[in-house]
């Protein structure tokens, strides 16, 4: 078995004039629940041996406040933003070799994929908060696809 971990960024800011939601950092309720998940990550043992981060300035954000995760690979990917669950799950295919592969991103497209593994429906869950991290088991060999996942854990700050 492998498990996903798929953690949506924090609280961000709102746009400053001016500024598009890409470059939107953290706010400190953000900072705060990124290091609540980093806390919770820790005590439930979910070390990554590789993490895909959007390359967003709140996902960046986010996975530099949970701390110290293991020495797992790191790795921005500009395509979790605003991706799709399809492009999602084929991110977490290509990176099937990872044991426990951690993907920090973005609404709609991480409660959409969570739902999708799970349940084999996109709108059967909503609302994956801010920190919010779902954890997902299924097979090592197989390419995911809907209900192909059991969904082991969830939490938010």
Avoid: K
Wanted: charged share 25%.
């Amino acid at each position: 078995m492998r498990e996903l971990i798929l953690l949506r960024h924090a609280h961000a800011d709102s746009a400053a004039a001016g500024q598009d939601d890409h470059s939107r950092g953290l706010s400190a309720t953000g900072r705060a629940e990124a290091q609540a998940a980093g806390d919770w990550l820790r005590e439930h043992g979910l070390r990554p041996d590789r993490v895909l981060c959007s390359d967003a300035t709140r996902t960046r954000e986010t996975l530099a406040a949970l701390g110290d995760i293991g020495e797992g690979e790191i790795y921005e990917d500009a395509t979790i933003y605003e991706a799709s669950p399809g492009t999602l799950a084929t991110l977490a295919d290509a990176n099937r070799d990872a044991e426990r592969l951690l993907l920090v991103g973005h609404n709609p497209g991480l409660e959409q994929l969570a739902a999708l593994m799970h349940s084999g429906q996109t709108g059967d869950y909503r609302g994956m908060p801010p920190g919010g991290i779902a954890v997902l088991r299924l097979p090592v060999d197989v390419n995911i696809e809907p209900g192909i996942a059991t969904l082991t854990q969830f939490w938010w700050p």
